[in-house]
């Protein structure tokens, strides 16, 4: 079932009841650049919240589209969604698939994105260049800061994929739980300090979540797109565009507000993440920040290396620190066409990490910070 066949205008039309479904008006020619690409599975009651905060935005209303993928829903949210669109300041458009079961975010993700490639190339200014094309993730429960789509577009003015900081102001008071979230901030902060990348400085952050991800179109269609599978398809396609030796960043001024909802569209997601969390009685342990330290120094030496690894001196002294030997070492760097594939490759992330007290990490890593003059996250 499709409600899509046209692009909606900029002064709000959705087409989201039958599928038959076309404009009202006549379509103006519209100045979309960026389209705001949103999976929806039941979430009826989180709507109300993205529609308004999408409504403002800092940046010309007719310069992004909202794309809501319909999954399956039967709440009426695709109902309340046509019912306020005519009021909106900006364009929607509308899709509905079938429901299947187990749910997929990846899936709908995926259709989502579709949505909005399509929408943009329909419904673009007609002299916009390839590169003037962004795709935007996020989702329905969530809510973009008022200058989301403005530092997005900033943002990937100079980087082709931007992973935003993902708040969650509705958490259960748990202190430990936000202590081990900010340890993980730090400990970015740290590896982007010993290990720095021009296109995403310190302090970085670890938030790779498809509520803010926003990539540059013809990078998302190069990548080949999120994947169909039940969960994690953000985080691997993040990976894929680092390995690809596409810039990514992971930008502090990019900030959307999500829910911590213990039941989520798909299983193994953030909603499974937040119960295992809530249910661990166990004082919190985690990577110890001098093996984390160690690994970073090692990343660091192989991306100064990989441009070099021709000269048999540079390349035997880079074996020798990674313990691997000189010729396994050229058979991995081989298929790399780029250093940050070639440091995937030859430094992965550890399966199973040496792991410490929260206390002691604590400890550790401010001392850490400190002798490496860290910037605070």
């Given at each position: 079932m499709r409600d899509t066949g046209q692009p909606m205008p900029a002064a709000g039309l959705a087409h989201a009841a039958p599928d038959h479904a076309s404009p009202?008006?006549?379509?103006?020619?519209?100045?979309?650049?960026?389209?705001?690409?949103?999976?929806?599975r039941d979430e009826r009651d989180h709507l109300p919240a993205l529609l308004d905060a999408l409504a403002r935005q800092t940046v010309a209303d007719d310069t992004f589209v909202l794309c809501l993928l319909f999954d399956g829903c039967s709440d009426g949210g695709a109902r309340y969604v046509q019912q306020r669109a005519a009021a909106l300041p900006y364009a929607v458009v509308t899709q509905r698939i079938p429901r299947q079961q187990p749910?997929?975010?990846?899936?709908?993700?995926?259709?989502?994105?579709?949505?909005?490639?399509?929408?943009?190339?329909?419904?673009?200014?007609?002299?916009?260049?390839?590169?003037?094309?962004?795709?935007?993730?996020?989702?329905?429960?969530?809510?973009?800061a008022d200058d989301w789509l403005a530092a997005n577009r900033h943002a990937l003015a100079a980087v082709d994929v931007v992973?935003?900081?993902?708040?969650?102001?509705?958490?259960?008071?748990?202190?430990?739980?936000?202590?081990?979230?900010?340890?993980?901030?730090?400990?970015?902060?740290?590896?982007?300090?010993?290990?720095?990348?021009?296109?995403?400085?310190?302090?970085?952050?670890?938030?790779?979540?498809?509520?803010s991800l926003a990539f540059r179109a013809a990078v998302y269609a190069a990548l080949g797109g999120f994947e169909d599978i039940a969960a994690h398809e953000?985080?691997?396609?993040?990976?894929?565009?680092?390995?690809?030796?596409?810039r990514v960043r992971h930008d502090r001024a990019v900030r959307v507000a999500?829910?911590?909802?213990?039941?989520?569209?798909?299983?193994?997601?953030?909603?499974?993440?937040?119960?295992?969390?809530?249910a661990d009685r166990n004082p919190p342990r985690v990577e110890a920040p001098d093996a984390a330290l160690a690994r970073f120094r090692r990343a660091a030496a192989a991306r100064r290396a990989f441009a070099?690894?021709?000269?048999?001196?540079?390349?035997?002294?880079?074996?020798?620190?990674?313990?691997?030997?000189?010729?396994?070492?050229?058979?991995?760097?081989?298929?790399?066409?780029?250093?940050?594939?070639?440091?995937?490759?030859?430094?992965?992330?550890?399966c199973a990490a040496d792991e410490i007290a929260l206390d002691q990490a604590e400890t550790r890593l401010h001392a850490l910070e400190t002798e490496h003059a860290c910037p605070s996250p």
């Open positions: 009202t008006r006549d379509i103006r020619a519209p100045a979309w650049t960026l389209a705001v690409c949103v999976p929806v749910a997929s975010a990846g899936r709908a993700r995926r259709a989502a994105m579709a949505l909005g490639a399509a929408t943009l190339a329909r419904g673009g200014p007609a002299d916009a260049a390839p590169d003037d094309a962004f795709l935007l993730s996020t989702d329905a429960d969530s809510v973009p992973a935003g900081y993902i708040e969650r102001p509705d958490a259960a008071p748990s202190e430990a739980h936000r202590r081990v979230e900010r340890y993980w901030e730090r400990l970015r902060c740290l590896q982007r300090t010993v290990d720095p990348l021009p296109h995403d400085p310190a302090p970085s952050h670890p938030s790779q979540g498809g509520a953000d985080l691997r396609l993040v990976t894929a565009a680092r390995r690809a030796g596409y999500t829910s911590s909802r213990l039941i989520g569209r798909a299983d193994a997601g953030l909603a499974e993440t937040l119960r295992t969390r809530a070099a690894l021709h000269e048999t001196a540079i390349r035997d002294e880079l074996a020798t620190l990674l313990a691997i030997d000189a010729d396994e070492l050229r058979r991995l760097a081989a298929p790399c066409d780029n250093a940050e594939a070639f440091v995937m490759a030859v430094v992965p992330d550890p």
